[in-house]
């Protein structure tokens, strides 16, 4: 069966420090990957989505960047957070294209990340 | 272009008491249709999904949703809700995009004893 990996859980850093959080996937291969932020009282938004090794997708222009450097590694990362990137990180994947049926993803636990 | 929108942010029942969590798509096409739920500092698990055929779908933990076309809706439901429902619960639709999903702002279920 696939899991989903997340790290770390739980994250404080000072404003002007960089970021790097990981996700990895078991028991798939060439999955679609999805980072997602939820902020405080808000929605699920779609940060960087990769249909495969290096292929990244920025949906909002913002203070992060994704990088794909292994099939099932997904890596968002931030040269200097701001305060406004405190959040919810939530890593996702999804079957790829030639087996995908009905689009669902499947989500890891999450990392909380405080700016401070 | 596709959206969803759940109109009850917040949302309290009895335990034991049906439930009924509303969500209404844009999408002119046959949708693909999910409900998850997101118990707090955690992910989003799946409940259930609709993509074609029968349009009353079971899922885990005894939820079902149905499926209306003519409403554009996809409503989430259970019989007899439990304490351990309370949670968040986010419907979502897909299609147009390809590999992407649409989220609505989600719905809070309280549970009162």
């Known amino acids: 069966s696939q899991t989903i990996h997340q790290w770390p859980a739980t994250l404080v850093q000072p404003v002007g420090s960089p970021l790097s959080l990981e996700c990895t996937v078991e028991?798939?291969?060439?999955?679609?990957l999805y980072w997602y932020r939820q902020a405080a009282g808000r929605g699920l938004q779609l940060l960087f989505y990769s249909v495969g090794i290096g292929q990244i997708s920025s949906e909002v222009p913002q203070n992060l960047s994704a990088s794909r450097p292994q099939d099932r590694q997904f890596i968002l990362s931030s040269k200097k957070l701001l305060l406004s990137d405190s959040g919810f990180y939530l890593c996702?994947?999804?079957?790829?294209?030639?087996?995908?049926?009905?689009?669902?993803?499947?989500f890891g636990p999450g990392t909380r990340l405080t700016v401070t | 272009a596709q959206s969803v929108t759940q109109p009850d942010i917040h949302i309290t029942v009895s335990e034991g008491a049906s439930l009924e969590l509303r969500c209404n798509y844009s999408y002119g096409a046959t949708p693909y249709l999910f409900w998850y739920v997101q118990s707090p500092g955690q992910g989003l698990q799946l409940l259930l999904k609709?993509?074609?055929?029968?349009?009353l779908v079971q899922g885990i933990k005894g939820f079902e949703a149905e499926f209306k076309r003519s409403q554009s809706s996809f409503n989430l439901r259970k019989p007899s809700v439990h304490w351990s429902d309370a949670a968040e619960y986010f419907c979502a639709v897909g299609g147009e995009y390809g590999n992407k999903l649409v989220f609505g702002a989600g719905t809070i279920l309280r549970v009162k004893s």
């Open positions: 996702a994947w999804s079957p790829p294209p030639r087996l995908a049926v009905t689009y669902e993803q499947y």
């Open positions: 609709y993509f074609s055929g029968d349009t």
């Open positions: 028991g798939t291969s060439n999955p679609n």
